[in-house]
Every structure is written in C-alpha cells, then in structure tokens.
C-alpha cells in the first residue's frame, strides 16, 4: 500500500519536472516545490499544489525513513487525498487541451 502510494507521488513530480523543463519554466531549488511552479504558471490551482505539496513531504519519509512510517497517516492519506491525483491529472488535461487549441 505505502508502495504504491510512494509511486503515485513520484509519478506526479516526473510529470510536473517533465513539464517544466518542457515548458522552460523556472526549476525550483526543492523538488516539492515543482508543484508551485505548475500553479504559478496556471497550470494547476494553488490548492491543489499545496496539497501534493505536502505529499511530496510524505513521499521523502516513505522512500528514505521507512522504518518511520506511521500507519495511521498512511490511512489518513489514502483515505483523503487520493482525489488529488485525480485533480492533478484532470488540470493537466485542460492544460494540454488548452495548448492544443492555442497552436490550431
């Protein structure tokens, strides 16, 4: 479960770091901090940045703290935020659909 949990949130960074370096946007000093960087371009709300912010956070303990894992914020996570990957994937869509309709 953190597993897949870990790959969703890493997922969502290549993507963002995909997209900024595609759009030579500015690269943050902090890999969390590529989600504000999508919103400062309007590519995702600021909410929503700071939210997957956060689970970049999260994402860091799983891969490097592992034997700190606490189980009851795993299920907090899981049981709260999986509508953001949702949201994150739906902004990138509109972002794309927009970029298509400007170079028509």
């Known amino acids: 479960m953190e597993r897949n949990f870990q790959l969703a ?16 946007l500015e690269v943050p ?6 989600f504000i960087v999508l919103q400062k371009a309007g590519i995702i709300p600021e909410a929503l940045a700071t939210r997957i912010r956060g689970m970049t956070n999260f994402r860091n303990i799983l891969v490097h ?18 509508e953001d990957f949702t949201q994150f994937a739906r902004a990138l869509v509109v972002f794309m659909e927009n970029q298509q309709r400007e170079t028509c």
């Open 65 to 82: 703290e592992y034997l700190e894992i606490n189980s009851k914020e795993v299920y907090r996570l899981l049981t709260t935020r999986l």
């Open 29 to 34: 000093e902090e890999e969390a901090n590529v």
């Open 9 to 24: 949130i890493q997922v969502c960074m290549d993507i963002a770091n995909y997209l900024i370096a595609r759009l030579d």
